[in-house]
């Protein structure tokens, strides 16, 4: 399996090296699948029009999700920075990260069915919102783990092989969420689907046991917690091509706005049932599997600023066809953009960063990404609002300009940091 991801070369690579990107691409395939049951562009935003019965609901699922994902990690970088072993560290968070789909699971099998729409609808996004947390406190440990264990001519593909495995697994979590919520009543339909997320991300933990970390971490300097967080600034200040990587970040996250709309504006425009999820969800994944099988190696052999064009592309040619589809066949080609967006995203996005810096300062730069982009998010807040009174078509519009304008910045303006420098980045881990 490793031999068709990375090529043969990489029977010569050290034996750790070949465990643990096994095992990473085991966790990565394991997780996805379970979070496909559970789908944030697909199954949340029609659960959460279910509960609330309203469009501002919907509109605020983006918005918990990526506010309580990103905002927190600052927090927790710092300390990160302080380990010159990590593992230890990182599967204490990722427990955590997998506790909050199981407290979903329970509330959806015992208590929506005997409580209000208002009161259900707080319910679901308190442990929501939980659930993110958990994410964002395991994400600078887990994306420093990975990048410390894969050199960087080696990360596109690790990262292309854990979406494209996910996204095979992922058809068949769209099959299964579009049976079950044919034939098993809301909200124990639901429930069901939480309990499945629960159970493979927690079988994917397994594989985060499995890795084997040999060698320490350079550490930052220990200084107060105070001064850390004053130095801050000084790093947007002076560090022009992150500062401009920045800014094209914040208009696709902005854009993305449009995500939670698109399965809930599918099935009213055409009077689909909530099943035709499971079918979104299907389309996504096999998406999925066809970019991911180009855009790890892109990445690896041209950087990662040709993935972050494409990726803000694919948001834009989503939102023209969410405006522009004449029938829920076409309609389908807007979740093709969508899952090349995540793929691109998840590829690249943090990536590029980890090449923006040192070492002993990654933690520090993705959490700072995630901070000053994460406050976006809030146009998702500001998209409810417009589609409830103007209707969907003016998010998509106001979301497919703000895509654009991503592309052209990232375009014009962001460097490729492996051409800037003229040396190649491979940090940490090493071929021999």
Same mark, same amino acid.
């Given at each position: 399996?490793?031999?068709?991801?990375?090529?043969?070369? !990489?029977?010569?690579?050290?034996?750790?090296?070949?465990?643990?990107?096994?095992?990473?691409?085991?966790?990565?395939?394991?997780?996805?699948?379970?979070?496909?049951?559970?789908?944030?562009?697909?199954?949340?935003?029609?659960?959460?029009?279910? !509960?609330?019965?309203?469009?501002?609901?919907?509109? =605020?699922?983006?918005?918990?999700?990526?506010?309580?994902?990103?905002?927190?990690?600052?927090?927790?970088?710092?300390?990160? *920075?302080?380990?010159?072993?990590?593992?230890? @560290?990182? =599967?204490?968070?990722?427990?955590?990260?997998?506790?909050?789909?199981?407290?979903?699971?329970?509330?959806?099998?015992?208590? +929506?069915? *005997?409580?209000?729409?208002?009161?259900?609808?707080?319910?679901?996004?308190?442990?929501?919102?939980?659930?993110?947390?958990?994410?964002?406190?395991?994400?600078?440990?887990?994306?420093?783990?990975?990048?410390?264990?894969?050199?960087?001519?080696?990360?596109?593909?690790?990262?292309?092989?854990?979406?494209?495995?996910?996204?095979?697994?992922?058809?068949?979590?769209?099959?299964?969420? *579009?049976?079950?919520?044919?034939?098993? %009543?809301?909200?124990?339909?639901?429930?069901?689907?939480?309990?499945?997320?629960? @159970?493979?991300?927690?079988?994917?933990?397994?594989?985060?046991?499995?890795?084997?970390?040999?060698?320490?971490?350079?550490?930052? *300097?220990?200084?107060?917690?105070?001064?850390?967080?004053?130095?801050?600034?000084? !790093?947007?200040?002076?560090?022009?091509?992150?500062?401009?990587?920045?800014?094209?970040?914040? @208009?696709?996250?902005?854009?993305?706005?449009?995500?939670?709309?698109?399965?809930?504006?599918?099935? %009213?425009?055409?009077?689909?049932?909530?099943?035709?999820?499971?079918?979104?969800?299907?389309?996504?994944?096999?998406?999925?599997?066809?970019?991911?099988?180009?855009?790890?190696?892109?990445?690896?052999?041209?950087?990662?600023?040709?993935?972050?064009?494409?990726?803000?592309?694919?948001?834009?040619?989503?939102?023209?066809?969410? +405006?522009?589809?004449?029938?829920?066949?076409?309609?389908?080609?807007?979740?093709?953009?969508?899952?090349?967006?995540?793929? $691109?995203?998840?590829?690249?996005?943090?990536?590029?960063?980890?090449? +923006?810096?040192?070492? %002993?300062?990654?933690?520090?730069?993705?959490?700072?990404?995630?901070?000053?982009?994460?406050?976006?998010?809030?146009?998702?807040?500001?998209?409810?609002? !417009?589609?409830?009174?103007?209707?969907?078509?003016?998010?998509? $519009?106001?979301?497919?300009?703000?895509?654009?304008?991503?592309?052209?910045?990232?375009?014009?303006?962001?460097?490729?940091?492996?051409?800037?420098?003229?040396?190649?980045?491979?940090?940490?881990?090493?071929?021999?």
């Amino acid at each position: 399996m490793l031999d068709w991801f990375f090529g043969s070369g !990489i029977r010569q690579a050290p034996r750790v090296l070949r465990r643990n990107l096994a095992a990473n691409i085991f966790d990565g395939a394991m997780y996805a699948f379970g979070i496909g049951f559970v789908s944030i562009q697909t199954v949340i935003p029609v659960m959460v029009k279910n !509960i609330s019965h309203s469009s501002f609901a919907v509109g =605020l699922v983006p918005l918990i999700w990526t506010a309580g994902f990103n905002a927190p990690q600052i927090f927790i970088a710092s300390y990160v *920075e302080r380990f010159p072993f990590k593992k230890r @560290l990182f =599967l204490q968070t990722a427990f955590l990260q997998r506790v909050p789909w199981f407290l979903l699971a329970v509330l959806s099998f015992i208590v +929506l069915g *005997e409580v209000s729409p208002s009161a259900g609808t707080i319910l679901f996004f308190t442990l929501f919102a939980l659930a993110a947390i958990a994410g964002s406190l395991c994400f600078p440990v887990w994306f420093d783990v990975i990048a410390k264990l894969t050199p960087v001519d080696l990360r596109g593909r690790l990262f292309a092989a854990r979406n494209l495995l996910g996204g095979v697994l992922g058809i068949l979590a769209g099959l299964v969420v *579009e049976v079950v919520l044919a034939t098993i %009543e809301y909200p124990t339909s639901y429930g069901v689907l939480f309990a499945l997320a629960f @159970l493979f991300t927690s079988i994917s933990y397994w594989a985060l046991i499995r890795l084997k970390e040999e060698t320490p971490s350079a550490v930052s *300097e220990d200084i107060h917690i105070l001064d850390y967080y004053r130095n801050l600034p000084r !790093i947007l200040r002076a560090e022009k091509n992150f500062r401009n990587y920045l800014i094209s970040d914040a @208009l696709l996250i902005a854009a993305t706005m449009a995500g939670a709309f698109y399965a809930v504006h599918a099935i %009213e425009k055409f009077s689909l049932d909530d099943s035709s999820a499971g079918t979104f969800t299907i389309v996504m994944m096999c998406s999925m599997i066809v970019g991911n099988m180009f855009f790890g190696y892109l990445a690896d052999h041209y950087g990662h600023k040709v993935n972050l064009v494409l990726s803000a592309a694919s948001t834009a040619l989503s939102c023209f066809m969410a +405006l522009v589809a004449p029938n829920a066949g076409v309609y389908l080609v807007v979740f093709v953009g969508v899952a090349f967006q995540i793929g $691109l995203s998840g590829i690249s996005r943090l990536s590029i960063v980890a090449e +923006l810096c040192s070492e %002993e300062e990654r933690p520090t730069y993705v959490a700072l990404t995630n901070l000053v982009t994460s406050p976006f998010v809030l146009f998702g807040l500001v998209a409810g609002g !417009i589609a409830s009174r103007f209707g969907y078509d003016a998010v998509f $519009l106001i979301a497919g300009l703000l895509a654009l304008a991503s592309a052209i910045w990232v375009a014009f303006k962001v460097d490729e940091p492996r051409v800037k420098v003229r040396r190649p980045f491979v940090q940490s881990a090493q071929y021999e």
